[in-house]
């Protein structure tokens, strides 16, 4: 796996540049047998698409997700299924200025360092439009997993420095900013308006709940569920962190505050997060994924170009002001596609 | 990969139990013509044996390592190296009394869920010594990318709740707890006293530096190096959180904050960590990981037996009360198993 | 790689169904600064097309290539390359009689078991229109393998138990039938056109040379070049049989006859077929390929239906007479594959 | 998987040399539950042993296999099975004078082409003796797959150029030539003792017939069965030909006589060799792979040394004059291992 597909079983190669004809997924081994339509799929893409938020680019990405194979009379049939989903509204020219400079926080300079070569129309392979292909393939995902009774659900926990004080159940899909905490969410609102007013973006920190899942999924030792969480999430371009229950503070506990203890009704805490010795223990699975600010921002910044001399770059076009929420689909869909493929793995060894 | 390999072109599988006759590694792709003895082994091993700290176990682990393959007079011949580590001094008799129960924190429960059977004697296959084939890998991968001029440190950041405020080079290697910062290192091992008087552990956050990286080695989307960093290290049982440079803290910066500008010399600052867009950037990389507090202690702990039955289990036993600082020869192991890979896969599509 | 996914490296998924909108095939790994257009490609398909051979199906399959993502400004960029082939001229109520039946010598019913679903569609996945995917990425394939200066080309062997006298360098390319032999071709053009008037079909043997192949490729035990070879071919529904150098007929040799001796100047004879222990030795590759006759046929044949009920079946629609010509770009597109990937699987170990 | 491992869920990777200290090999993903002893694989690699036949070797290889890891008090547990055989007996002086020298039919050139280094004695990775490592793995396979009701059993269908003419049920097992055919027999053992007579050796074919295997095994496109059983064996060095079902006759069949009729009680002929499209259909699957004649010969032979130079190399030491029958139960093993892996694959997504 060169570097472009993900899982064993369940498995998923996005393709596409963010300015070229188009981008999607392929994904391989989905049972067969699910109910699959476009519209099931275009819902979860709609939930990724730029709203009318302080947060959001103006570029118009409808995008349209088309079905291509592996789907015959409106069920799956086991063989490879082809998600295609045009690019529209690509303005390649603004980038223009951009295709001999580096911009600071981008993969610009690193992926002209790997080949020597580079797609320099926003951002190309790096640029968040691959991640309408995960999208895609996320929501057949659910679906894979939905037949063992596993739901997904993430928000936002934290932005522009603003955490989450409590967590009201419901609120968080109603939300614009995909937050459970509407008060913590006016602030959060407020520091996005002036991030935005500055040219400049913010970061956050997005929480992925699992309900449902079974014990008994994960592979010891390098196929441990939460590495491969990780994985899924670390390979999202604006993520510098990850943690599993009690993450960063399990650092700071001792052994006998940290370990769940074991009731007949279950585990009585969750600071494993639903995952011990990196196998589902039936708890609730907690993940958090720490997102840098967007690299793109409307203040003059310093770089060199591809000669190497220095050079002074602005970034124009329209950028969002911050991943949250649009990347809130996007982690759904990755630990979805983690959980499906170790579903099908653990059907393998059992049934 | 059905959970046990790690790697694509570099490609480590281990094996073994706690209490099973050995444990072992076989590398497969390492390339022909590296000098490599056992000696050069076992000086990576012996850093992951017991000290005389307060944070050892007493357990007399003088793990002997054998190559069986894969080195013809002196040298590596490209062909599977097979790593054995026989097993000694395992008191099987003292997990008698913990054959039907799940110890909290521990992987007792999730592999009876998983396999519907497990072997329950000191951890079985989830027991940390699992790693000493990681480590006798690791160093061989240490070898590999030590011929491309890259190194690879690790060291205690944080240990029961105490960071280090300073950076002292060269301390860590000389230090018993591998801590840069000696003021730090006596908080610390007052720390660790306190809580094996207490019959308690603590947990702690290593931090792991690569220097000499050449940009350009990670791959799009899903084979991003930071994504692999990631699992390598969420894959170690102990390990519930990864960061890579600024990390968590990242999300609480602003784009202008957090971009890293380009001079002609190189990054002005490292908020990246050594990676963009999932690619190393020249920079030194920078990670961290979080070490939960050890799972056996000493006080009883509420619980349940195999039959679902309430039931009190303490853990007896030779524990350590720390991971920290054996784990951090096993960090270091894992993330040059990495770089060895993807050096591996560059050398591939560039050369 | 759960089935739709060949190569460690240089690594080829398709996708698509006979008679669903479109085919493709995405190729992730290939090596940056490749210059690549769809003219380059279309070339090697349609030589995949029907012509006006009396052995082609009547159906029009002017396939036209699109290249979606991973080239830029006309050269490959390192990231994935989307190919798409638009179905047209699929006229699937011609189809509709076989919904319930088990077209004997087709995959009708193997995947009707394994599914439980499957598109009765001109074959489904099964159809060899697949192989437009593959003949696409082979044409990339060649272009890598051609900057180490290997070049692969197949001919017709055997047609209808009539096998080639002589070989006539250049005559293959020329000729309709892709045979090296213009008398032998004549007797086959006979037997095509016999089987034709008798609504049967033949099947044939072909014949693959790879020429200036570096010593090297190739890797122990289980990724043995051959092995590789054998695999790719034997993945053509078509293929029965797969041999290298002297095949089969080395299984009647003696040692002394079968061995190449060594001169100074290369191996003196090639019964090895390039292949010594799995690892190419310099000199040139040669395999065979055995084809089945095509299972459509329109005489009437016994069958059951989905209810297990004995039946008879005619398969009407426009089909070939024989794979052969048709298969033989597919051959070569398969092992120009398997030469890119070890040859970019050697680069990682020796550069 | 670089080279020494097969299988994508029940994995098999091999290690060691002729004469290093050990050869061995790793099963991942062996379902949990299994009842497993030494004496179970014990059994298998007996068969390998060389015998008292005209066609042995007088090396003395009583392998002894040792279980590592992955069994619990007599069962499976589900994580890695290590598999140890120490090598005995291996006289390394006796290929001193082979160093520097390539012996036609071998590795030695292409191995020394690849790596630029390699160690010579016995041949080395390239060395029969790997195959006990796969001839364990594969007596656990046959576990696995026995759980299905599935068996497989090969014989001799062919040696030194004299074919069988009839098949006596059970003669094969009894045989020390594992033919079915005692008449047949007769005459093979007089071909080997010619050819030990003349310091020359002999190939032949290998036949593998497997029995209550399910339909719907395989996996579209190239993870066809056919495809890895084509693999699996092309992957002996000594196999340069396989086949399934009719193979290379079919080539020279007609479409009406190929294709097997269906009928309520299941195919009525099965040139198919029992498999369709690459998934299997329920009938006897049946495969021959064509084995060359053993490289070792006692006669002289031109070739060159390291240094291009032209030289005349006499192989001594112990061997063998046929692979047959020594590679039967090698054969079975590949076979069952790639049953084992399909079978668990389709598990995945039907169960």
């Known amino acids: 796996?060169?570097?472009?597909?993900?899982?064993?079983?369940?498995?998923?190669?996005?393709?596409?540049?963010?300015?070229?004809?188009?981008?999607?997924?392929?994904?391989?081994?989905?049972?067969?047998?699910?109910?699959?339509?476009?519209?099931?799929?275009?819902?979860?893409?709609?939930?990724?698409?730029?709203?009318?938020?302080?947060?959001?680019?103006?570029?118009?990405?409808?995008?349209?997700?088309?079905?291509?194979?592996?789907?015959?009379?409106?069920?799956?049939?086991?063989?490879?299924?082809?998600?295609?989903?045009?690019?529209?509204?690509?303005?390649?020219?603004?980038?223009?200025?951009?295709?001999?400079?580096?911009?600071?926080?981008?993969?610009?300079?690193?992926?002209?360092?790997?080949?020597?070569?580079?797609?320099?129309?926003?951002?190309?392979?790096?640029?968040?439009?691959?991640?309408?292909?995960?999208?895609?393939?996320?929501?057949?995902?659910?679906?894979v997993i939905a037949r063992a009774g596993i739901t997904v659900e993430a928000w936002t926990r934290e932005l522009g420095g603003v955490a989450i004080r409590r967590f009201l159940p419901g609120a968080a899909q109603a939300s614009p900013l995909r937050c459970p905490d509407p008060e913590a969410e006016q602030e959060m609102a407020a520091r996005l308006e002036a991030a935005r007013a500055a040219g400049d973006t913010i970061g956050g920190i997005v929480e992925i709940l699992v309900e449902g899942c079974p014990p008994g999924l994960g592979d010891p030792v390098f196929g441990k569920i939460d590495a491969d969480f990780a994985s899924a999430l670390m390979g999202l371009g604006t993520v510098k962190g990850v943690e599993i229950g009690a993450g960063f503070a399990a650092a700071r506990m001792s052994g006998s505050a940290c370990n769940d203890p074991i009731g007949p009704a279950g585990f009585q805490t969750n600071h494993a997060g639903g995952i011990l010795a990196g196998i589902t223990s039936g708890a609730p699975i907690v993940i958090r994924a720490a997102c840098k600010p967007i690299a793109s921002i409307a203040c003059p910044q310093e770089t060199i170009d591809v000669h190497g001399r220095p050079a002074v770059v602005t970034v124009g076009g329209r950028h969002d002001v911050s991943v949250i929420p649009r990347i809130i689909p996007v982690c759904e869909a990755m630990v979805a596609i983690v959980l499906a493929d170790h579903l099908m793995r653990q059907k393998a060894i059992r049934s």
């Not at 540049?17 to 275009?42: F, K, N, R, Y």
């Not at 797609?119 to 392979?125: A, E, K, P, V, Y």
Request: charged share 25%.
């Open 1 to 143: 796996m060169p570097g472009n597909t993900i899982g064993l079983l369940f498995q998923i190669t996005t393709w596409g540049e963010s300015h070229g004809p188009a981008t999607g997924a392929v994904i391989d081994g989905c049972p067969p047998g699910i109910e699959l339509s476009e519209t099931d799929i275009q819902a979860d893409l709609d939930r990724r698409r730029p709203g009318t938020l302080p947060s959001a680019s103006t570029r118009s990405e409808t995008d349209r997700v088309q079905i291509l194979s592996g789907v015959f009379e409106g069920k799956t049939t086991g063989t490879p299924i082809s998600l295609l989903i045009p690019n529209r509204d690509a303005r390649s020219d603004a980038y223009d200025d951009l295709r001999n400079l580096f911009r600071p926080g981008h993969g610009d300079f690193t992926y002209q360092a790997k080949y020597g070569i580079r797609d320099h129309r926003g951002g190309g392979r790096a640029s968040g439009r691959e991640t309408a292909g995960r999208v895609a393939a996320g929501a057949v995902a659910r679906k």
